[in-house]
């Protein structure tokens, strides 16, 4: 059963997927039709799932559900996954390369792979104080919080030399 996203609790689970490029209306129509879909339908062993999604900057999909109502089985996190796997099918995207680092400067996501962090860093487009997407959390919580960080608080900061930190 789809509800609104900020109606999830903070203890609700959340996947995040990533596009390197930013999502056309058009394919952003289709992911929310397909999403509105699958959350309103979504269940683990015949339970209904209070799940939801949101499209954010135009090039993330997060998908949650409220583990306080009914936890997802592993079948219903692999129809998920399925789903992602469609769209990105359907759109001829990826959503689901978990290499590519996202970072927001001047209102605007934009997609570096790590090899290209050092030339980033290089020509100060990346620092230390950089905000990043850290696509790598599990809850509400941590993704209302901590979903934006700097660079300096994630794996990035292995790539800055400790007396720029």
């Not at 129509?29 to 999604?53: C, N, R, V, Y």
């Not at 990826?94 to 020509?123: E, F, H, S, W």
């Amino acid at each position: 059963m789809r509800v609104p996203f900020e109606n999830l609790s903070d203890q609700s689970r959340v996947w995040i997927y990533a596009s390197q490029t930013p999502f056309n209306p058009k394919q952003t129509a289709f992911i929310s039709e397909a999403l509105t879909a699958f959350t309103d339908d979504w269940q683990a062993h015949g339970t209904p799932l209070k799940a939801s999604f949101m499209i954010s900057h135009s090039q993330f999909i997060v998908i949650g559900v409220d583990e306080s109502h009914h936890s997802p089985s592993g079948c219903s996190i692999d129809k998920s996954v399925q789903i992602i796997k469609n769209i990105e099918s359907e759109l001829g995207i990826d959503l689901m390369n978990r290499m590519a680092v996202y970072i927001l400067k001047d209102n605007m996501v934009q997609t570096a792979m790590p090899k290209d962090l050092g030339g980033l860093i290089a020509d100060h487009i990346l620092t230390p104080d950089s905000q990043v997407f850290d696509n790598t959390i599990t809850s509400c919580k941590s993704f209302r919080e901590n979903w934006i960080k700097t660079a300096k608080e994630t794996w990035i900061q292995r790539y800055f030399k400790q007396e720029n930190v």
